[in-house]
């Protein structure tokens, strides 16, 4: 009833061809927006928005980054994490290099490296296909985890072998280090996760991003029809990897403060890819969705017992949430193996002819 | 399949609208009790050495709970979060506990410390991170926040390489010598290599390095593999959770001489040992808390705690190297509120009344005595300048079923360690600049 086309005429091309065509996905976006731009900074807390937000929204971007290669170009990576570690180590050199620099600057800047080493290593894709790939991209992800942990001049040669993120402000605000409030960070992860989608929402409708799903769909034909395969799937790669090393970068500097080697590992990498097949292959609401998933269910599991007053040992509740949150995704995936993006469509339909379905 | 996909959409609903509402759950303080959030892990591959860590802290505050009615005749409020020894379930734990008036943490992971140490001084509350973390921390005057009595990590390598020495007949014999040091590829054990390389260098004997990643603790071939051929006349480990096991069995595969071998504190744990049955007879581990459980305040655990079913300790585990280190954990951060109730003359303190506390700390020989614990550790004090105090540790050996004490109080090379200690904590400050000068007065 309240989810219906009808009567939303298009007298134009580009009316037609809009992002979002549709009146009530217009409103749903602002309202979402404006609960993550208003609502939230307002009333969340500390904990709400350094444990929940900022987490999610970083791993939302690392879940667009390889749904661009895995859903939308079908080269299947399993080295998301170390791409993010490039980021993030990038971003660590690029502050310590130039200090004075504009660190959201620096961030935006290292996904530039982690997308030139994503293309490197996405060379192989040419020549080898499906599982094959992924173990190459396995042999990235052991690789740069091992610069990580044998190249000094990475972390400057700090004695832990760890990155540390030093204090640094950009507009006049502390954005950085351990005095940047809460509120700060939020705001410019959210301001850069929301960017990103949004430009990759327009990428993925146009010209790169159908190639990309040619070469998905059938790398043969899209050849015969002039698509480049070389060039294309670097690009998803160089694509990939970008968005991936933004997301790890700001892992570190507005989430985490300090990030050793193992912060990016294979599990790492597992993660984002559980995330991406959860919230379905293909799709950009789904990234946010799968991250949500993944991040802030076990999180609600494991501190609600306590607020509402059951009295659990901690290591009870983390058993049990480990169990519950697995029993989801095998309910999960045995109902809908395309992901929440797909429930939520067939949520859409049946609001379409709710309340007289037929 | 229908009434199935529908149960999902209600499922996938459900969840969502449950999660938002997290958003506005708080939890009240309560007003007369002072709050200790422990930040342990019973769970994942550091498990086996955790568990008997958050044990041992856990039972010895409960006990004061329960026999004196807290401290100062105000009750204390525990609360367990499971960290996993993961850096970021460990930030999570701390952001979901510090806004209840937390007193101090203790992350028992080196990652973990290292994320907290610049946080301590903006939300106020100190870290005691007992003989582990950031070694440069023992700089007071730096970190006026951290504390890790009764030693830091270059300590506990000067010791072991003291001990070598006198075994060989003084530090001027290692000329020379091979020391393989085997440590797990993490913050935790690359923390002192600056140390042992210094040393290295100063008396002439060859350092072997022999890094064992997270992932590969439980298969340790090739790295003795690499022992057995490079031949060095000793063996240092840090190892933790089920790294330490997994080296003792294969130090033992290939016949290294065991009482040549020897491990940090927390290498020292019974299953540890154990596990290489009767061959790991003569492994060495140092260690700064008592062994056994003949001590007054172990037995007030067993009555009151144990007995009493307030805890999931398995009552063969007391007196465990690591359950007796979970207690001495907690009978620093007992004392510490105990002092900073008499400094501030207030029964419910604050993080930063704490911090004073365990700044004045002087748990002495009298001290020890009147808890029931005489013996159970060197007496410790802590000064503005010196948060870790070098206290003296010993050697213990495992004799096959238990450890036994294998040497006296052995101190640390306090000439050499200082300076590098210093060196370190003015180039961390260096390198966060602006790193915060300190403001906090100075209890004693």
């Known amino acids: ?358 | 399949m229908k009434r199935i996909k529908q149960i999902a959409l209600g499922t996938a609903v459900a969840l969502g609208v449950g999660i938002s509402g997290l958003a506005t759950t708080t939890v009240a303080q309560a007003e007369d009790s002072n709050y200790v959030p422990l930040l342990t892990y019973r769970t994942g591959p550091f498990a086996a050495s955790g568990i008997h860590i958050a044990n041992g802290m856990h039972d010895y505050l409960k006990m004061l709970n329960e026999r004196d009615g807290g401290i100062g005749g105000v009750k204390l409020e525990l609360e367990e979060c499971e960290t996993g020894y993961n850096a970021q379930k460990g930030v999570e734990c701390y952001e979901a506990t510090k806004g209840k008036g937390a007193l101090v943490y203790n992350p028992y992971s080196t990652g973990i410390t290292l994320q907290l140490i610049p946080k301590a001084g903006v939300d106020k509350i100190p870290v005691l991170s007992m003989g582990y973390g950031l070694s440069a921390a023992a700089v007071g005057s730096t970190f006026p926040w951290v504390f890790n009595v009764p030693d830091t990590y270059w300590d506990g390598a000067s010791v072991v390489i003291k001990y070598i020495g006198e075994q060989e007949g003084g530090l001027d014999n290692l000329k020379g010598k091979k020391i393989g040091y085997i440590f797990l590829d993490a913050g935790y054990g690359r923390e002192p290599i600056p140390l042992l390389e210094q040393l290295a260098e100063k008396y002439g004997f060859e350092l072997l390095q022999y890094p064992v990643g997270v992932k590969e603790m439980q298969n340790q071939s090739s790295q003795w593999l690499n022992v057995r051929r490079d031949r060095p006349d000793y063996m240092v480990m840090w190892g933790w959770g089920a790294m330490n096991p997994t080296a003792i069995k294969e130090a033992v595969k290939i016949r290294f001489p065991m009482d040549k071998f020897i491990g940090v504190w927390w290498s020292a744990g019974d299953d540890d040992a154990a596990a290489g049955g009767e061959g790991a007879k003569g492994y060495k581990a140092m260690n700064f808390s008592g062994v056994g459980s003949d001590f007054p305040a172990l037995d007030d655990i067993k009555k009151h705690v144990i007995d009493a079913g307030l805890s999931s300790t398995d009552a063969g585990s007391i007196g465990g190297t690591l359950y007796n280190r979970g207690v001495l954990n907690s009978v620093i951060i007992a004392e510490g509120i105990r002092t900073a109730q008499e400094l501030t003359g207030k029964k419910v303190i604050t993080g930063a009344d704490m911090r004073m506390g365990l700044e004045a700390l002087d748990l002495d020989e009298a001290r020890l005595k009147e808890l029931g614990l005489a013996g159970f550790a060197h007496p410790m004090k802590v000064t503005c300048d010196d948060h870790a105090g070098s206290h003296p540790v010993f050697i213990q050996e495992w004799d096959g079923k238990q450890w036994r004490q294998a040497s006296g109080w052995i101190e640390p090379m306090t000439d050499i360690v200082r300076p590098l200690l210093e060196a370190a904590a003015a180039e961390y400050a260096q390198k966060n600049a602006p790193w915060p000068e300190r403001t906090e007065p100075c209890p004693n």
């Not at chain 1, 219906?4 to 580009?14: C, D, I, L, M, P």
């Open chain 1, 1 to 358: 009833m309240f989810y219906r086309e009808a009567g939303q005429f298009k007298t134009s091309y580009k009316a037609d061809q809009a992002l979002m065509p549709i009146l009530q996905d217009r409103i749903g976006l602002l309202v979402i927006l404006a609960i993550a731009f208003v609502v939230i900074p307002v009333l969340a807390n500390d904990f709400f928005l350094t444990s929940i937000m900022i987490p999610f929204l970083v791993f939302a971007l690392a879940a667009i980054g390889l749904n661009v290669l895995t859903g939308f170009c079908g080269q299947l990576s399993l080295g998301t994490g170390a791409f993010m570690g490039v980021g993030a180590y990038a971003a660590y050199k690029l502050t310590t290099i130039f200090p004075d620099a504009n660190v959201i600057v620096m961030v935006l800047l290292s996904g530039v490296f982690s997308a030139a080493i994503g293309a490197v290593f996405g060379l192989p894709s040419l020549r080898i296909k499906g599982l094959y790939l992924a173990v190459t991209t396995l042999a990235a992800q052991f690789f740069l985890e091992w610069c990580f942990i044998r190249i000094p001049w990475l972390y400057n040669d700090n004695a832990s072998g760890a990155i540390e993120i030093p204090h640094r402000e950009a507009f006049g605000v502390v954005v950085s280090g351990a005095e940047a409030t809460p509120i700060v960070r939020y705001f410019i992860v959210l301001s850069i996760t929301a960017l990103i989608a949004f430009l990759m929402a327009n990428v993925l409708r146009g010209r790169i991003g159908r190639s990309w799903m040619m070469i998905r769909d059938m790398d043969i034909a899209a050849e015969l029809m002039g698509i480049r395969p070389l060039q294309t799937k670097l690009m998803a790669f160089a694509v990939s990897s970008y968005i991936c090393g933004v997301a790890g970068a700001m892992m570190v500097f507005f989430w985490l403060n300090a990030a050793e080697p193992s912060s990016y590992s294979i599990a790492l990498s597992f993660q984002i890819l559980f995330m991406v097949i959860l919230g379905g292959l293909g799709s950009l609401s789904g990234s946010f969705m799968g991250a949500a998933f993944i991040w802030i269910l076990p999180v609600f599991l494991k501190f609600i017992p306590g607020t509402i007053g059951i009295n659990l040992a901690a290591e009870t509740v983390e058993h049990v949430t480990f169990m519950i949150v697995g029993a989801l995704i095998i309910f999960f995936l045995i109902v809908e193996p395309h992901g929440f993006a797909r429930l939520w469509q067939i949520a859409k339909q049946k609001l379409r002819v709710w309340p007289f379905p037929y």
